[in-house]
């Protein structure tokens, strides 16, 4: 698999990891094991990062990849969790005793000493313009709880904020065939700084799978059924805020590039690895073979000029007026 670096971790990571939500909650029900033949059909495949949280579960996912770790302490992963989440959202939570209590937690879930980094899991906004909180996170670092720091963020203006940080090694953001945004100030920012950017969502929930129709309905406890208006959290998350309806119909017309060489799953994940500045794709997966298939996207042809002016042009008439202004 193609290996890209966090300049400021000076680590290397395949370009397709594998993100954990779904091994922990909020997506239907994946037994344990499930998990744990997603995390080694991944890991066999050439995956090498794995995103999780401490929130995904309440720790279940990080204790199902400290499962994993312990069986195979030589695979060369790279574990990012984040933290956060767990306590009310305010300003006032993200303190040095409670990174140090958190990150305890989640050193304990993932069974290591050190954490390889660790993420604010969408903070608010005013936490990003705090130096209390990135003088916490360098403490961190200096006591080797945590190898690096970065952030998760919801919108383009808090990664800019974050970039500005000559701590952060990471941004983690949302980024896919329809969530375009990042690609104008972000990423470039990001590249010229020596941030890795993290690409989240890159399926849209699901949508650019191109599985789903009108007809398609979700389990009670699947945040694309719960949370489609914002309902438990930023909407932004579910289906990358656009309406289910009008996903659907920019999926459609997509869906003509796709040729039979891929799935639509796949070409959206190539989307996502051909914008300049990305370093590693982070789909989720449900089962082994949808682990295996996102995997083998970092060994396809990129797209062609062609079809990324399509993915744009779709963008600009169905999507962008929904959602560009927002994150």
Not at 4 to 12: A, E, H, V, Y
Not at 61 to 75: N, Y
Not at 127 to 138: K, R, W
Not at 264 to 291: K, S, Y
Request: glycine share 8%; net charge negative; proline share 5%.
């Amino acid at each position: 698999m193609e290996q890209r670096t966090f300049p400021r971790m000076d680590r290397q990571v395949g370009v397709v990891g594998l993100g954990a939500w779904q091994l922990g909650a909020d997506w239907g029900t994946v037994t344990e094991d499930d998990a744990m033949a997603v995390l080694a059909a991944a890991v066999d495949a050439g995956v090498t990062f794995l995103d999780t949280a401490d929130v995904y579960g309440d720790g279940r996912s990080e204790q199902l990849i400290g499962r994993f770790l312990a069986a195979h302490p030589d695979a060369g992963l790279t574990v990012a969790t984040k933290m956060g989440r767990r306590v009310a959202q305010t300003p006032e939570a993200y303190t040095l005793d409670n990174f140090r209590r958190w990150t305890d937690r989640s050193r304990t879930n993932l069974g290591v000493d050190t954490l390889d980094l660790v993420q604010l899991h969408c903070p608010p906004t005013a936490v990003f313009g705090t130096d209390e909180v990135f003088d916490a996170l360098d403490t961190l670092v200096a006591e080797k709880r945590i190898a690096a720091y970065g952030v998760s963020v919801e919108t383009c203006d808090e990664a800019l904020t974050a970039i500005a940080r000559p701590g952060v090694a990471s941004v983690q953001i949302i980024l896919n065939a329809l969530r375009h945004k990042p690609l104008e100030r972000v990423l470039p920012a990001a590249s010229a700084a020596g941030v890795g950017i993290i690409a989240r969502v890159p399926l849209a929930s699901g949508l650019l799978s191109g599985r789903y129709d009108e007809h398609t309905t979700f389990a009670t406890d699947d945040h694309r059924n719960y949370n489609r208006h914002g309902e438990a959290f930023d909407v932004g998350e579910t289906f990358s805020g656009v309406d289910f309806t009008t996903g659907l119909a920019a999926v459609r017309r997509i869906a003509p590039l796709v040729g039979a060489d891929r799935t639509m799953a796949q070409f959206a994940l190539r989307w996502v690895l051909d914008q300049p500045g990305v370093t590693v794709v982070i789909p989720g997966a449900r089962d082994a073979t949808q682990a295996r298939g996102n995997a083998a996207v970092a060994g396809q042809a990129p797209l062609s000029p062609e079809e990324l002016a399509e993915v744009t042009a779709v963008y600009d008439d169905l999507i962008r007026p929904q959602v560009h202004h927002r994150w």
